[in-house]
């Protein structure tokens, strides 16, 4: 259930694994009433996915829910890559521009019991050992049929779905959507295990050789988590397809390779390892283990009619790089604040079908990059065995290229430039619409809510219950003392821009928050003119979501800002007073 203010049918979501959670989040955080259910009794106590990227931590951060997870979690800044013995490559994570330049490796069980803690907060409860079974869309709601653990029917109408119930979705095949793509041949091994070696803690490493892949990711206090294909001589014959393990957010699907053979032991995980990895490793206490297959699958929509498919449910892969459980929360906080402004009547429906449109690419991208991966790790002769072994470490000295991997694996660099929903406008440096909004430390001349001057970060300042526009002001000045903040003195508001700010909250009434910011120095963040340019005055319309929607310059660009809100992010609304330019 959920303690949402706003009086409106609620949002059905199926699936409380990350990507379901993620959603009922972003939706109860813009109170959106919504319910949460799963058919599984209990949370999936094994930990499928258990990587977070940077792009990820940023957004827990501006949820306000980071804290517990750099507390539980293990970071590690370095990755290696080694073929028949010897490192091809070394990736340090440190020159990321971001506060988080790691990977974080935490469970997924501990990853859903944050969430669902958070949730709790916002006054939404996963339902559990709730199943949709029947579903059917109208022209203003869904009928769905839920079924409880007791056995007793249910019968509501939802004014959303949102299918978040993993890779053997079962929506997916009501609605009769394709899921093209194949199964690889390859069989994998998991297993959570204490591991004694001589690397850094802060260091994970993928072994590639004739034998097959080993990968080794750090979780703190000794253990680690092994990923290894070709498991076992021949097993591939007899495991079925269980891509849930890949993406990792099935919470709803069981793997039914447990039933099929008995899972790795302890002794074949040391000699499988023994075989593939010519450094020193002794492992004990097998915490965990199980074989799996992977499928390379997507949807070609994410969007019918009402409802919305997201995480699993949308797309499995390769586990290569870490993406599957990433991918699935940030598209759920993608389709969160849409649902939020469409279902208010703030904003016409075709907002809704910009979900598939930002999406889906990346999608695709995320499948052939970590299938290529696989493919060029695993390949024991030919050309991809060459490009690994001679050509691989040559493009891994070039700079721009390690500066493109570290962006692609730690998902910062996923933008939406051609969004419909993108305006762009040149200025000088700064990131450009449809790009993630950087985090800067800024001096607030003026903000909402009675906000004083002062010093603050982008991250603190932006509410991903709301759009965010920051007017970047220049520099104040600073009378003889300028240690005092505040000695500070602003400038006169600027009447035009004033005039086109208020146009903007006209548009978006209770949605949008204005801060006014200029230039500052101290430690925390990067400085104002490093993440955003050097244009002033200007501005930029951050979306909840934490992407830059509009960007240009207070002046010239102003007027094309309050037509783009008008057109996507309001509805019934007319500008009462055009200003000239």
């Not at 009433?33 to 094994?46: C, F, T």
């Not at 409802?307 to 449910?313: Q, R």
Request: net charge negative; aromatic share 6%.
């Amino acid at each position: 259930m959920d303690a949402a203010a706003y009086d409106a049918s609620p949002v059905l979501i199926v699936g409380a694994g990350p990507t379901g959670l993620a959603a009922a989040m972003s939706l109860a955080r813009a109170h959106i009433p919504v319910r949460l259910i799963d058919k599984a009794p209990q949370p999936n106590p094994y930990s499928r996915a258990v990587g977070i990227q940077a792009r990820t931590l940023e957004l827990l951060e501006q949820h306000r829910l980071i804290e517990p997870f750099l507390d539980l979690g293990h970071r590690a800044r370095v990755a290696n890559l080694f073929s028949n013995g010897m490192r091809l490559a070394q990736l340090d994570f440190d020159p990321l521009h971001t506060r988080y330049p790691y990977l974080l490796f935490l469970d997924q069980s501990v990853t859903e019991r944050l969430l669902t803690e958070h949730l709790a907060t916002l006054g939404v409860s996963v339902e559990r050992g709730v199943e949709l079974t029947t579903f059917l869309q109208g022209s203003a709601s869904i009928e769905a049929t839920l079924r409880h653990a007791d056995g007793r029917s249910e019968t509501i109408r939802p004014s959303y779905l949102i299918a978040a119930d993993g890779a053997h979705s079962s929506i997916r095949h009501r609605l009769g959507l394709s899921f093209e793509g194949k199964t690889l041949e390859q069989s994998f091994l998991l297993a959570d295990l204490h591991a004694e070696t001589d690397w850094p803690e802060d260091e994970f490493h993928i072994f590639a050789s004739g034998e097959g892949l080993v990968a080794l990711f750090p979780m703190g206090h000794g253990r680690h988590r092994l990923i290894a294909d070709h498991a076992v001589g021949g097993i591939g014959s007899v495991l079925p397809a269980t891509p849930a393990v890949a993406g990792g957010d099935a919470s709803t699907s069981s793997n039914p390779s447990a039933e099929a053979v008995p899972p790795p032991s302890l002794e074949h995980c040391k000699a499988l390892i023994a075989r593939r990895v010519r450094e020193r490793v002794d492992v004990s206490d097998l915490a965990w283990s199980s074989y799996f297959r992977v499928n390379s699958r997507m949807v070609d929509r994410l969007r019918v009619g009402r409802v919305f498919l997201a995480g699993d449910a949308a797309h499995v892969h390769s586990p290569a790089g870490a993406q599957g459980m990433n991918t699935g929360i940030q598209e759920a906080l993608n389709l969160g604040w849409k649902l939020a402004r469409v279902i208010r009547g703030a904003a016409p429906n075709r907002l809704l079908d910009t979900y598939h449109a930002e999406r889906h690419p990346i999608e695709r991208d995320v499948l052939r990059q970590t299938g290529f991966i696989t493919q060029m790790a695993e390949a024991d002769h030919g050309p991809l065995k060459l490009l690994r072994e001679r050509v691989m470490p040559v493009l891994a000295a070039l700079g721009p290229l390690r500066d493109a991997a570290r962006a692609t694996i730690s998902e910062l660099s996923i933008q939406y430039r051609r969004s419909p929903l993108t305006l762009e406008r040149v200025l000088d440096g700064g990131p450009r619409a449809g790009e993630r909004a950087p985090d800067a430390l800024v001096h607030v001349v003026d903000g909402p809510l009675g906000r004083a001057p002062g010093v603050g970060c982008i991250f603190d300042l932006h509410d991903p219950a709301f759009f965010s526009l920051f007017l970047l002001v220049p520099p104040l000045p600073v009378d003889d003392t300028p240690l005092d903040p505040a000695a500070k003195h602003a400038p006169p508001p600027d009447p035009e821009v004033e005039k086109i700010a208020a146009e903007v909250e006209r548009l978006l009434p209770g949605a949008v928050r204005i801060w006014r910011v200029t230039d500052t120095t101290g430690d925390g963040a990067p400085a104002l003119a490093e993440s955003y340019g050097r244009t002033r005055p200007s501005f930029y319309l951050v979306r909840p979501d934490g992407y830059i929607s509009v960007r240009g310059r207070t002046g010239s660009d102003l007027l094309g800002l309050v037509r783009h809100c008008e057109a996507w992010y309001a509805t019934g609304a007319e500008i009462a007073e055009r200003v000239a330019l």
